[in-house]
């Protein structure tokens, strides 16, 4: 499929997909999810791409919403589906079993900050700026904003971001949670990068399972989400990962991972 509005970067074992519309702010029509979600799908199922960087283009959006000129004239119908692709698309990028780390340069509100809540984990620039401003168009979120800010920050301070459309800065997304660590602009994609090389230099197997095992046990009950664990903790001792990882502990040698 040829990009028309992102950007899918190679970088040896790393992916970056730069969403880019710079006309738009970065702003989400069907064009770009249905891009989204080819180019998600691909680096899932790339073996030689072990994790995910997702960016805006340009210095000043991450994403500024679904786009409102391509929604503006929805039938009920045509906006459920719409709706109902960004959720399938979000949910594809939650899914997949590398890590994904969202990169935020710029504004990420609306289906934004929905498509930086479906990544594993956030990193911001100092510039950023995030909320989820639907009540303000007088409609809800529809990619998965009122169910994932809840789960992220806790149902009070989701629930004051999603009444008020208030936007937050950086720095306050920082302190309830909802981002990981801040940084200048120009230090965003080396920090990120630079995270991205310490998880790289794991064993990836491990690191897929935790993913998995965190993402499934957060929406079960403790005792079955323990059980989960349990399953993925014994998978690791089929791994030459798990022979290398401790043999290199107590050989005290860095391991060299090879992810079987
Ligand atoms: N959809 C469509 N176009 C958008 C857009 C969006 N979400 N956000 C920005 N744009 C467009 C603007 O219309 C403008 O286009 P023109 O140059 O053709 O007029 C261009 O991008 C630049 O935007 P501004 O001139 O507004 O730039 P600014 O710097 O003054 O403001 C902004 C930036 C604060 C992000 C402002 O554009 C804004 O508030 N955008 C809308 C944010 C929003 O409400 N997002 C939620 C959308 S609804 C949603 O996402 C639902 C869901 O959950 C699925």
Same mark, same amino acid.
């Given at each position: 499929?040829?990009?028309?509005?992102?950007?899918?970067?190679?970088?040896?074992?790393?992916?970056v997909?730069?969403?880019?519309?710079?006309?738009?702010m970065?702003?989400?029509?069907?064009?770009?999810?249905?891009?989204?979600?080819? !180019?998600?799908? +691909?680096?899932?199922e790339? /073996?030689? %791409?072990? &994790?995910? #960087?997702?960016? *805006?283009? =340009?210095?000043?959006?991450?994403?500024?919403?679904?786009?409102?000129?391509?929604?503006?004239?929805?039938?009920?119908?045509?906006?459920?589906?719409?709706?109902?692709?960004?959720?399938?698309?979000?949910?594809?990028?939650?899914?997949?079993?590398?890590?994904?780390?969202?990169?935020?340069?710029?504004f990420?509100?609306?289906?934004?900050?929905?498509l930086?809540?479906?990544?594993?984990?956030?990193i911001? !620039?100092?510039? +950023?700026?995030?909320?989820? /401003?639907? %009540?303000? &168009?007088? #409609?809800?979120? *529809?990619? =998965?904003?009122?169910?994932?800010?809840?789960?992220?920050?806790?149902?009070?301070?989701?629930?004051?971001?999603?009444?008020?459309?208030?936007?937050?800065?950086?720095?306050?997304?920082?302190?309830?949670?909802?981002?990981?660590?801040?940084?200048?602009?120009?230090?965003?994609?080396?920090?990120?990068?630079?995270?991205?090389?310490?998880?790289?230099?794991?064993?990836?197997?491990?690191?897929?399972?935790?993913?998995?095992? +965190?993402?499934?046990?957060?929406?079960?009950?403790?005792?079955?989400?323990?059980?989960?664990?349990?399953?993925?903790?014994?998978?690791?001792?089929?791994?030459?990962?798990?022979?290398?990882?401790?043999?290199?502990?107590l050989?005290?040698?860095?391991?060299?991972?090879?992810?079987?």
């Amino acid at each position: 499929m040829a990009y028309e509005n992102i950007i899918l970067e190679r970088e040896e074992k790393l992916a970056v997909l730069y969403i880019n519309r710079p006309k738009a702010m970065n702003a989400l029509n069907k064009d770009t999810l249905l891009e989204i979600k080819d !180019a998600v799908t +691909a680096v899932n199922e790339d /073996p030689a %791409v072990e &994790l995910l #960087i997702i960016t *805006g283009s =340009g210095d000043k959006s991450f994403v500024a919403g679904a786009d409102i000129a391509f929604m503006q004239n929805l039938s009920a119908m045509e906006a459920r589906e719409f709706g109902a692709l960004g959720q399938k698309v979000f949910r594809l990028i939650e899914a997949v079993e590398k890590p994904v780390i969202a990169a935020v340069n710029g504004f990420a509100l609306g289906g934004g900050c929905e498509l930086a809540m479906c990544c594993d984990f956030r990193i911001a !620039a100092s510039n +950023a700026k995030f909320g989820q /401003p639907e %009540v303000g &168009l007088g #409609i809800t979120p *529809g990619f =998965g904003g009122t169910q994932r800010l809840p789960r992220l920050v806790g149902p009070g301070m989701a629930k004051q971001l999603l009444y008020t459309a208030d936007v937050i800065n950086a720095d306050e997304a920082f302190r309830i949670g909802l981002v990981n660590k801040v940084v200048q602009p120009e230090e965003l994609l080396p920090e990120v990068k630079k995270i991205a090389g310490r998880i790289l230099s794991k064993g990836q197997l491990a690191v897929r399972l935790s993913k998995a095992a +965190a993402n499934e046990g957060m929406q079960t009950d403790i005792d079955r989400a323990m059980s989960i664990e349990a399953d993925a903790f014994g998978l690791c001792f089929a791994t030459q990962d798990q022979k290398e990882g401790m043999t290199a502990f107590l050989e005290k040698r860095k391991a060299n991972f090879i992810s079987k």
